[in-house]
């Protein structure tokens, strides 16, 4: 389900809000597929007779009536639990609403509850939630990726037809990969990220999951720009021309064999590249330095920002903490050996030791020298091509429960986009075909997300 | 033995508001009504920077000769502690914001430049207190308010030099309006770092002072510790780098940690917020704005008003001194004449009554009457004085006690011709004496006249008259 189909069944109706919603909530439970951790039901279903009223009343309707939306669990909404799924926030409610709820309060969307995703979006799987992993709705055997599951399966699933997820390394994309939908990873700071619980905040980017590019397009601008809140948020640039397919210039990564490229991926994609070249877009080869080290680049900065982010998770003020231990190191000791999951306290015992003063942080000041080559070899790139094309996940997805065995693997096949994240790049994935996995990832300039979205409007109808 | 002393001091800046947050910046309300999910250290919320908390900080840095940093950049230091709300404190680590600046101190030895390394600035924490049962309370209206950390070069070499360096950086601070400076109330606070060295050059290992919350705390913590010091350094005990924190109640610094228990801060960049790049007019504005520094007045003082080096130095050195200077110079325009007044009899009361130059009860009106009264030859210097001490307990009219205690010098010349020839009379020899040019025989007159004045008679003119009447005979 789309914006304009639902909204049309709306207009002729065909069916209420109020009706569309609770079969939204049958949904959910008859699927379980764990996508969400909490519901918002009771508040939607009085939001959606609100809006059957407001119809019935004639009165003006916004781009968002009736669309339900669901929210990734490290996105604060006020007087509705936010847990991050984590053990350490299972009971938090937060006091204030983060600015992209905000702004989704004062439109007729309607907020369905908080999705399912990896504990403080550290993982690619969901099996780090502490509230069981997320089914894929696209393929029950396979993982739903992460960090971002629960709204990626939400949007595959039709428990929801708009999506917010987070993207610090790939969270967004990939998932919507592997559930086959769309996923759209902006600029850094291109919709605030006040009342997000940040992971590593330099990477950390607010992302829609949706079902189509006009349906993330729309969402976007309804929740784009610069915050007072956030001072590292920005107001994109404007896009009003019209894409002409000859004029298109795309840049194709060359997939070496070092990069470990799935077959199957890789056949996938030769395809879809194909389909681009048979309707007169030119698309060249491109090489990227760095590409084998990025995964250690962006380990050690994600992991180091992280640790410091999650400092304050110490259960003092707020969030689980134990009733007896002997000093307040113990005390500190123990809410965070017992809230925290696995990957949490290893990525945490990875920063602090990257952060050390023993090394001289070099690893960390090497990786930012390396961030920096990074971002001057795409952006020149990227002062030659409108975008840079590559497939979103290098690997097909893995079994269900088999991703923790190996948590630097899923950081290998992400690495087209860890790119994005390093150099702050807007990035969107496209499933390349409605029935079998795999997806393109296409990479804009800096702030030119508008520019990006209608490219993207135009290569998905090329695909499809 | 050599002492050798640097200081780090954290003032808190004079805002209206926190550093990161819209949150108050008040002393002493309720515990935790000035807090918001920000400085509280609620998840999903980024600092935003108080532009006015910056000018405070340039403005310190300014009033101390520092260089500026126009592009400058925030740091993540991480330890836990309960009163820390995010597991990191927001600073400035590598790139602090004014550096190689200095304060200029009275020392035994003359004029002292206190070379000062850097400032940087950095959010307070939270307070904890201890209560008796076991418990500790937090507050945290103090966290995230606004601070600039002032560390200095090793340049201070006794403990009435750190507290005189202390007592002017406490002036500056106030007088440019950077900071309250209060230390009852924890918006000044110091930190010591002092070691000794003996003539041989050997070295006891550098100790930090905490807990000092007094100037006087300050002065007795580096004396005991210098005499720590030496009697170590004298029985040949190695020492290594600590931390010890002084008892006001023993009198004693006592050992809080080793140096190498220390925490690893594990500082990394707050790249919440971008780099803050100060524009040359914003940076000139500040400049501006600065109040006259005592350095500039002194100058100006002996150029305008023609003071000696000595006088233009006392009055410019304190905001409330020179303040008062030139209110009475502005309606009396006798410089020298004041600055000698203020700087013996008025400072000499103030010592004495432990007040500050402005709660004294003289008026300005008074004050002038009575210099007057001494520049136009009405009494004289000792008499004026006299009459000071009354007026500055009573600020009566001075004119009032002068003819009251019948303290008028007397410049009446037929009254002066009267009595200079009534004591010629009474000593002859006086004449025989200054005939063969013994010139003290008019000193010796002079006394006689004075003493049967009863001090009234105007000195200057009574020695014209003694010298014309001793020429007739």
């Known amino acids: 389900m789309n914006i304009n189909d639902l909204q049309k069944k709306y207009f002729d109706n065909e069916i209420t809000v109020e009706e569309y919603i609770k079969e939204v909530f049958e949904n959910i439970k008859n699927n379980n597929y764990n996508a969400f951790i909490t519901l918002n039901e009771e508040k939607a279903i009085e939001k959606a007779k609100l809006l059957d009223k407001k119809l019935k009343e004639n009165k003006k309707v916004d781009k968002l009536f009736g669309i339900p939306i669901a929210i990734k669990d490290n996105i604060l909404t006020k007087d509705l639990r936010t847990t991050a799924a984590s053990k350490s926030l299972k009971n938090f409610i937060p006091i204030y609403d983060a600015d992209v709820i905000t702004k989704l309060n004062e439109t007729d969307a309607i907020i369905i509850g908080k999705t399912n995703m990896d504990e403080y979006a550290m993982g690619s799987s969901s099996e780090t939630s502490y509230f069981g992993p997320t089914i894929n709705p696209f393929n029950p055997e396979l993982t739903p990726g992460g960090s971002s599951s629960g709204s990626a399966a939400a949007v595959a699933g039709d428990e929801s037809v708009l999506a ?149 998770i110490d259960g003092l003020r707020y969030g689980e903490s134990v009733e007896q231990y002997d000093t307040t190191e113990d005390f500190y000791m123990r809410n965070r050996t017992e809230n925290f999951g696995e990957e949490v306290k290893r990525r945490l015992a990875l920063g602090n030791f990257f952060a050390s003063k023993d090394n001289n942080q070099k690893y960390y000041k090497k990786s930012m020298q390396i961030r920096n080559k990074l971002k001057m070899q795409v952006e020149d790139i990227l002062s030659k091509y409108d975008i840079i094309l590559t497939p979103t996940t290098t690997a097909l997805p893995k079994e269900k429960g088999k991703s923790t065995e190996d948590s630097y693997s899923s950081f290998d096949s992400g690495m087209f986009n860890i790119i994005t994240n390093l150099t702050n790049l807007p990035s969107i994935s496209i499933p390349m075909n409605e029935s079998e996995q795999g997806s393109v990832q296409l990479t804009g300039n800096r702030n030119q997300d508008m520019k990006l979205l209608n490219i993207a409007k135009v290569i998905e109808g090329i695909l499809k | 033995m050599k002492t050798i002393i640097g200081l780090e001091i954290h003032a808190e800046l004079a805002t209206k508001t926190k550093m990161f947050c819209s949150c108050k910046n008040e002393f002493g309300q309720a515990p935790n009504t000035l807090v918001c999910p920000t400085c509280l250290g609620i998840v999903g919320t980024f600092p935003k920077i108080n532009k006015n908390a910056l000018k405070l900080a340039i403005k310190a840095g300014f009033a101390f000769d520092c260089e500026i940093r126009q592009s400058m950049k925030f740091d993540r230091k991480k330890y836990f502690y309960p009163d820390l709300t995010k597991g990191f404190q927001i600073t400035q680590q590598d790139e602090p914001f004014a550096e190689n600046g200095y304060l200029e101190i009275e020392s035994d030895e003359g004029d002292k430049k206190i070379r000062i ?182 100058q100006r003082y002996i150029t305008q008003y023609n003071l000696n080096e000595y006088d233009a130095n006392v009055l410019s050195r304190e905001q409330n001194i020179s303040e008062y200077f030139e209110n009475i110079v502005k309606k009396y325009n006798y410089p020298q004449l004041v600055s000698n007044w203020i700087l013996t009899e008025t400072m000499r009361r103030i010592k004495e009554y432990e007040i500050e130059i402005t709660d004294i009860k003289l008026s300005d009106d008074n004050f002038i009457k009575l210099l007057d009264l001494v520049k136009s030859g009405k009494i004289s210097n000792n008499s004026a004085k006299k009459i000071f001490r009354d007026i500055f307990d009573s600020n009566e009219n001075p004119e009032k006690i002068m003819k009251e205690k019948g303290l008028e010098q007397n410049n009446d010349s037929d009254f002066l011709v009267k009595l200079v020839n009534e004591v010629i009379e009474e000593n002859p020899q006086s004449v025989e004496d200054f005939k063969v040019g013994k010139d003290r025989a008019v000193g010796f007159l002079m006394g006689q006249v004075m003493k049967k004045s009863k001090g009234k008679a105007n000195p200057q003119e009574a020695n014209k008259i003694v010298r014309e009447e001793l020429s007739k005979r």
């Open chain 1, 164 to 312: 917010l997820g987070t993207d610090t390394g790939g969270s967004v994309r990939n998932p919507a990969d592997f559930c086959n939908v769309v996923g759209f990873a902006p600029s850094f700071g291109a919709i605030s990220r006040y009342g997000v619980i940040s992971m590593s905040n330099s990477f950390d980017r607010v992302g829609i999951i949706s079902n189509t590019v006009d349906d993330a397009l729309v969402l976007f601008n309804i929740i784009k720009g610069k915050s007072k809140n956030d001072f590292t948020s920005i107001d994109v640039e404007e896009f009003e021309e019209s894409i002409d397919l000859k004029d298109l210039k795309v840049a194709k990564v060359e997939l070496k064999d070092v990069y470990d490229v799935d077959e199957t991926i890789h056949k996938r994609f030769d395809k879809a590249v194909q389909k681009l070249e048979e309707n007169n877009i030119s698309v060249d080869t491109v090489t990227l330095d760095h590409l084998e080290v990025l995964n250690q680049v962006y380990t050690v900065i994600m992991s180091i920002e992280a640790e410091s982010n999650i400092a304050k």
């Open chain 2, 117 to 298: 390394e850097r400032i940087h600035v950095e959010e307070d924490t939270g307070k904890s207190t201890h209560t008796d049962d076991g418990k500790t309370l937090l507050d945290y209206n103090r966290a995230g308010v606004p601070l600039i950390e002032i560390v200095t070069k090793p340049d201070i070499s006794s403990a009435k030099e750190a507290k005189t360096f202390l007592e002017d950086l406490r002036q500056r601070l106030k007088y440019i309006g950077s900071s309250d400076v209060k230390m009852e109330e924890g918006s000044l606070r110091c930190d010591v770092n002092v070691n000794v060295k003996d003539e041989e050059g050997n070295r006891h290992a550098i100790v930090e002072i905490k807990n000092l919350n007094s100037f006087r705390a300050v002065e007795r913590a580096i004396n005991y510790e210098v005499e720590r010091q030496s009697n170590e350094l004298k029985e040949g005990i190695t020492s290594s780098k600590e931390t010890r924190r002084w008892d006001e109640t023993s009198g004693k610094t006592i050992l809080m940690r080793k140096k190498d228990e220390e925490n690893d801060y594990r500082f990394t960049v707050e790249s919440d917020m971008p780099r803050v790049n100060l524009s040359d007019e914003f940076i000139e504005e500040i400049k501006n704005s600065l109040p006259e520094l005592p350095k500039d007045k002194k």
